[in-house]
């Protein structure tokens, strides 16, 4: 038998984009596509200055989860030298083994949580939050498969498929993957800008 494999090359375009504010979202093999793809599609929509970055220096293309690939905007090794004004780590388990085993990826993640910018985990990257030491102590939700690693670090909110916790915004997954990026608008913009954005988008915000 031939499998035939359809690969997918997503490349977002920069439209609209506000000059000051400005989201890294960090890119890594095997990432959560529906979460990654509907973060930065939401904030471009808001007028944000998305930035897509590639874990794996010299990747044209990054291989998402399930085999859709997108073309980063810049490497992270080479990338931004001053913190945006929020970092978001979208999930996926090849993913997120990968960001918590960066060294490079921990010392920006500190950055961020030193300089009170604010940090985005989707799903399972609540883990490479874990493992660089970033914000113990916090509130937080993730996907409930991690609940028990998570549970001694982290105060694990089960109830919510989005908390927020000073600059820690954290969701369950990619079910919960639009009400998270309308969070993120809300908090770098306003609310009005966020259900004018949702009713657009025809989504109905908890």
Same mark, same amino acid.
């Given at each position: 038998?031939?499998?035939?494999?359809?690969?997918?090359?997503?490349?977002?375009?920069?439209?609209?984009?506000?000059?000051?504010?400005?989201?890294?979202?960090?890119?890594?093999?095997?990432?959560?596509?529906? &979460?990654?793809?509907?973060?930065?599609?939401? #904030?471009?929509?808001?007028?944000?200055?998305?930035?897509?970055?590639?874990?794996? +220096?010299?990747?044209? #293309?990054?291989?998402?989860?399930?085999?859709?690939?997108?073309?980063?905007?810049?490497?992270? #090794?080479?990338? +931004?030298?001053?913190?945006?004004?929020?970092?978001?780590? +979208?999930?996926?388990?090849?993913?997120?083994?990968?960001?918590?085993?960066?060294?490079?990826?921990?010392?920006?993640?500190?950055?961020?949580?030193?300089?009170?910018?604010?940090?985005?985990?989707?799903?399972?990257?609540?883990?490479?939050?874990?493992?660089?030491?970033?914000?113990?102590?916090?509130?937080?939700?993730?996907?409930?498969?991690? &609940?028990?690693?998570?549970?001694?670090?982290?105060?694990?909110?089960?109830?919510?498929?989005?908390?927020?916790?000073?600059?820690?915004?954290?969701?369950?997954?990619?079910?919960?993957?639009?009400?998270?990026?309308?969070?993120?608008?809300?908090?770098?913009?306003?609310? &009005?800008?966020?259900?004018?954005?949702?009713?657009?988008? #025809?989504?109905?915000?908890?």
């Amino acid at each position: 038998m031939i499998r035939y494999m359809l690969l997918c090359t997503v490349i977002f375009g920069l439209t609209n984009a506000h000059p000051y504010v400005r989201v890294l979202v960090v890119l890594a093999t095997g990432f959560d596509e529906i &979460e990654t793809i509907t973060v930065v599609r939401v #904030l471009r929509a808001a007028g944000a200055h998305v930035n897509l970055a590639s874990l794996s +220096p010299g990747k044209l #293309l990054v291989r998402g989860a399930h085999m859709l690939r997108v073309k980063p905007d810049m490497d992270l #090794l080479t990338g +931004p030298t001053d913190p945006y004004d929020a970092i978001i780590l +979208p999930g996926g388990e090849a993913a997120v083994k990968l960001m918590s085993a960066s060294g490079e990826l921990g010392r920006l993640l500190v950055e961020y949580e030193k300089y009170n910018k604010y940090i985005g985990a989707m799903g399972l990257a609540a883990l490479a939050l874990q493992q660089h030491q970033i914000a113990y102590g916090a509130l937080l939700t993730a996907d409930p498969r991690v &609940e028990t690693q998570l549970s001694d670090f982290y105060g694990f909110i089960t109830s919510d498929d989005v908390v927020v916790d000073k600059t820690l915004v954290t969701c369950t997954g990619p079910g919960s993957a639009m009400q998270f990026a309308l969070e993120i608008v809300e908090l770098l913009f306003d609310k &009005e800008k966020a259900e004018r954005l949702s009713k657009k988008l #025809l989504y109905r915000r908890l």
